[in-house]
């Protein structure tokens, strides 16, 4: 009622018109379109890494001998596992051997796995506390750590609270595939 | 005699948001074009990982959809393991090059004709026996 009151006494006020149009446009629509191209790319970053992550994973246990489909179970060295399931996870996210990026990298910084982790027989049923799903076969999860440069209007407003990146974290997991 | 200028401002302040809003939308297109164009693509390396590789036929498909995707898609090239010819625990590479012609507006009044790469790459192991 206030605001309606200084709008209709100042009708005729050019400067309040100017202020007025920045500020929607500041305040308002550069945010929200911030905001929506930085989400889309987002997707289009976890999109990617979904595919990447499930190839390496799916790679990485071809490239072990040990599996066991009878007993659904995995009997494998974790560090042979998670030197294949990088090498391949780099490849398909364009990134050095280190996880570093190259220049044709989504992400911004350097991957880091978080988790890695085979939850065998012992563990099932398991309902996936990220996803929902109920696993009643022996399953991989995932979880990496993408770091994001932020959008022209999240970085302005994270220079000014002092923080430098965007982190994103991604979880993933994959149950074992019995066919392969 | 203000209350003209206040309308000319608003006016002014609509156009300029209008025009920020197709700029917007011009410079998003071929982001949200390369969404699809992964979508597609991911579609083709879930048959790849079940074949080792795709047939000529899919690849001609892969293709095909892909440039049906939007006017000014083309695929330039291709490197896709043939389904069949890579062993067991080979490496299967799934590689298409592409590039999406749009014209833009790079002026008040100027329309260019620009032209976006769009690479899709990634590799796996063949986790299936082949049966001679």
């Given at each position: 009622m206030r605001m309606k009151k200084v709008l209709k006494d100042n009708a005729g006020n050019v400067s309040l018109w100017v202020i007025g149009g920045i500020v929607v446009f500041f305040l308002i629509i550069l945010p929200v379109v911030s905001q929506i191209i930085e989400r889309h790319r987002v997707n289009i970053i976890r999109n990617d890494t979904v595919t990447a992550v499930d190839l390496a994973l799916r790679s990485a246990i071809v490239s072990l001998?040990?599996?066991?489909a009878e007993s659904q179970d995995l009997a494998f060295d974790s560090v042979e596992f998670r030197a294949f399931f990088e090498s391949y996870l780099a490849k398909n996210m364009n990134l050095?051997?280190?996880l570093t990026p190259t220049d044709?990298?989504?992400?911004d910084g350097a991957v880091i796995i978080n988790e890695l982790d085979f939850h065998g027989?012992?563990?099932?049923p398991f309902t996936s506390p990220v996803t929902g799903k109920t696993y009643n076969r022996p399953y991989f999860s995932v979880k990496l750590r993408l770091i994001i440069a932020p959008s022209l209007y999240r970085e302005a407003i994270q220079k000014l609270v002092g923080i430098s990146e965007f982190h994103y974290t991604f979880y993933y997991d994959v149950s074992l595939p019995i066919d392969i | 005699m203000d209350q003209m200028v206040s309308i000319i401002l608003s006016i002014v302040f609509i156009v300029m948001c209008l025009a920020f809003i197709v700029g917007v939308l011009e410079l998003s297109t071929p982001v949200i074009l390369k969404g699809d164009f992964d979508r597609i693509c991911d579609s083709y390396v879930d048959v790849a990982v079940d074949g080792g590789g795709l047939t000529v036929a899919q690849t001609n498909s892969l293709i095909a959809d892909l440039e049906q995707l939007?006017?000014?898609?083309?695929?330039?090239s291709t490197d896709i393991s043939r389904a069949g010819t890579v062993s067991y625990k080979g490496s299967v590479s799934f590689k298409v090059e592409a590039t999406y012609s749009r014209s833009s507006i790079v002026g008040m009044i100027v329309r260019q004709t620009k032209t976006y790469p769009f690479v899709y790459q990634k590799t796996f192991a063949h986790s299936k026996f082949i049966v001679d």
């Open positions: 001998e040990e599996y066991q050095n051997a280190d044709n990298a989504l992400v027989s012992a563990e099932l | 939007a006017t000014g898609v083309t695929v330039t």
